[in-house]
């Protein structure tokens, strides 16, 4: 069983910064791959962005520029530091590591207003 406990939403005006936290389990280096998802209302679920165990990163076209994904590999965890946030990135972000399976977070709700 792969447990993912993410932190660091909350509520923030247009332009403000937040820094979401996921911790892992397992050694990080078990995981092909980990990064964030998000779900909008009515929308589909997203990539955010990722990170390869080899430090290959990917980032959604929408948030390039604007968002930074890194780990901490002696504490398993990964960052995905936000800045610049704009009210279409609200959503709800989930943390997902994968290794042959999809693992997921519960979520975290970030909310950007006007």
């Known amino acids: 069983q792969v447990y993912l406990a993410e932190s660091g939403g909350g509520l923030v005006q247009a332009g403000g910064s937040l820094r979401l936290s996921c911790a892992t389990s397992?050694?990080?280096?078990?995981?092909?791959?980990i990064g964030w998802y998000r779900r909008a209302p009515g929308k589909q679920r997203e990539l955010v962005a990722r990170?390869?165990?080899?430090?290959?990163?990917n980032y959604a076209d929408s948030v390039k520029g604007r968002f930074t994904i890194d780990r901490d590999n002696a504490n398993n965890t990964v960052y995905l530091q936000m800045n610049n946030l704009k009210p279409e990135d609200t959503a709800v972000y989930y943390c997902?590591?994968?290794?042959?399976?999809?693992?997921w977070g519960q979520g975290t709700q970030v909310t950007v207003s006007t």
């Open positions: 990170i390869t165990t080899g430090g290959t990163t």
């Open positions: 997902n590591a994968y290794n042959s399976f999809y693992n």
């Open positions: 397992r050694y990080i280096f078990t995981f092909n791959t």
